[in-house]
C-alpha cells in the first residue's frame, strides 16, 4: 500500500494534521493538507451549509450572484 493510501486515511480518522506531517516527512501541514486536498470534494459545500447554517441562511441565492 502506498504511503498516499495509509496516510489519507489517518487524516479522516481524525488524525492531527502535524502528527501525519511528521509521520510522512512532509515539509509542513501545509504540504499534507496539499497532498490529500482532493479526498475531500464536497469539503467546500459542507463548510457552506456549516457557515450558513449558522448564520440563518436559507437556500435562496440572491438574483445577480
Same mark, same amino acid.
Not at 516527512?25 to 496539499?34: D, F, I, S, Y
Given at each position: 500500500?502506498?504511503?498516499?493510501?495509509?496516510?489519507?486515511?489517518?487524516?479522516?480518522?481524525?488524525?492531527?494534521?502535524?502528527?501525519?506531517?511528521?509521520?510522512?516527512?512532509?515539509?509542513?501541514?501545509?504540504?499534507?493538507?496539499?497532498?490529500?486536498?482532493?479526498?475531500?470534494?464536497?469539503?467546500? /459545500?459542507?463548510?457552506?451549509?456549516?457557515? /450558513?447554517?449558522?448564520?440563518?441562511?436559507? /437556500?435562496?441565492?440572491?438574483?445577480?450572484?
Amino acid at each position: 500500500m502506498s504511503a498516499l493510501n495509509t496516510s489519507a486515511p489517518r487524516i479522516f480518522g481524525g488524525a492531527n494534521v502535524k502528527t501525519v506531517q511528521l509521520a510522512m516527512g512532509h515539509t509542513t501541514p501545509t504540504v499534507t493538507l496539499n497532498t490529500y486536498v482532493g479526498y475531500w470534494p464536497d469539503a467546500v /459545500d459542507q463548510t457552506r451549509t456549516l457557515v /450558513d447554517s449558522a448564520l440563518g441562511c436559507t /437556500d435562496v441565492v440572491p438574483a445577480g450572484t
